[in-house]
Structure formats: C-alpha cells, structure tokens
C-alpha cells in the first residue's frame, strides 16, 4: 500500500520539543516533495513546513518559523519535522503529504487550501496527535 507512516506525535509542556517522522510506505521519497500539514480543532487545515524531493529546499509558514525544522534522508525514506519551542496553538493533528515532483514549488504547496490539498496531492497519512499543554 502507497502511502506516508506518521509517528512521533504525543504530549508535551509548553516550551518542550518534538520529532515527528514521516515514513514512505510504498513509494521512493526522493520522487516526491513532502509536506506536513496540521489541523487544530475547529480550524482549516493548513501547511506547517514542505520540502523539495529534488533539492532539499524547505518551505515554513510564519507561525513556525525558526522554530521548526524539516530535514530528508532519502536513504533511509524518511522525513523528519524537529519541532522546538512548542506552544499550545501548535496543538493539532499532523498530517504527511507527499505529492509527486511538479513545478509547483514547495512554498506553492504549503500554501494550498484545504479544498487544493485533498485535490492535488498524491498521498496522505493517518495523522499523528500532537498536544501541547501543561
């Protein structure tokens, strides 16, 4: 089956760290650009941080900005979002994404809307719970 393995969410302090990690079940990641998207409660979806499968370059919205970090290893198929500096807005469901390599440009992707997200992009994971709160 084709599809990207969320793990890595849990429960953290306000100000804690987190690693989430995407795994390519199925198909080659380095074919792919990959995004996290999240989804809190009673709002949209939305693009946390995306990455190029051809060059590494990342994308991140404002709210995480220096915060967060997404990083690849295609030999081992993974991506990973090192999340720091934690706040209780970050409390969402994170989803994986991977959408296969177009012009489209990751900042392009992380910047989809919901409808666009579901319209455009190739896979999707279960998601993976992250709550911050003390």
């Known amino acids: 089956q084709v599809q990207p393995v969320e793990s890595g969410g849990g429960l953290v302090q306000p100000g804690g760290s987190l690693r989430l990690s995407c795994a390519a079940s199925?198909?080659?990641?380095?074919?792919?650009?990959i995004g996290w998207f999240r989804q809190a409660p009673g709002k949209e979806r939305e693009g946390v941080s995306c990455i190029s499968g051809r060059d590494g370059t990342t994308y991140y919205a404002d709210s995480v900005k220096g915060r967060f970090t997404l990083s690849r290893d295609n030999a081992k198929n993974m991506v990973y979002l090192q999340m720091n500096s934690l706040k209780p807005d970050d409390t969402a469901l994170y989803f994986c994404?991977?959408?296969?390599?177009?012009?489209?440009?990751?900042?392009?992707?992380?910047?989809?809307?919901?409808?666009?997200?579901?319209?455009?992009?190739?896979?999707w994971g279960q998601g993976t719970q992250v709550t911050v709160s003390s």
């Open positions: 199925g198909f080659t990641l380095d074919d792919y650009d």
């Open positions: 994404a991977a959408d296969k390599i177009k012009l489209r440009g990751v900042q392009a992707m992380c910047s989809l809307s919901p409808k666009e997200q579901l319209w455009f992009l190739d896979y």
